[in-house]
């Protein structure tokens, strides 16, 4: 049972940062393509970022592109997910995701697994 666990999220003032961590368990992990999505209060769940698991490309919203960045540490099974320069409109639960087909990307309906999410707050 594939497993993913998200820490990081808190509450942090706008221009700020914050470094999220998703620790997967498996043992194929490092194929696997992983991706932050995340859901604010009455709105629809959106992409956010992802990685591959092959030659390690990423690829990122708009809205999040310069200010966010994806990583992973695969001897340590861990994607991360570096927040800077924040704003009040990042707010909301970050949710870590798997695909081991790697055919998901920026669809969320196509990954497999999927953390419990950690809350992200920005305050103004």
């Known amino acids: 049972q594939r497993q993913l666990v998200e820490s990081g999220g808190g509450l942090v003032q706008a221009g700020g940062s914050l470094r999220l961590s998703c620790a997967a368990s498996g043992r194929i992990f490092n194929s696997y393509l992983m991706a932050w999505f995340r859901q604010a209060p009455g709105k629809e769940r959106e992409f956010v970022a992802y990685i591959t698991g092959t030659v390690s490309g990423t690829d990122y919203a708009d809205s999040v592109k310069g200010r966010f960045t994806i990583s992973r540490d695969n001897a340590k099974n861990t994607v991360y997910l570096q927040m800077d320069s924040l704003k009040p409109e990042d707010t909301a639960v970050y949710y870590c995701?798997?695909?081991?087909?790697?055919?998901?990307?920026?669809?969320?309906?196509?990954?497999?697994?999927w953390g419990q999410g950690t809350q992200v707050t920005v305050s103004s």
């Open positions: 995701a798997a695909d081991f087909r790697e055919l998901g990307y920026r669809n969320a309906a196509l990954y497999d697994y």
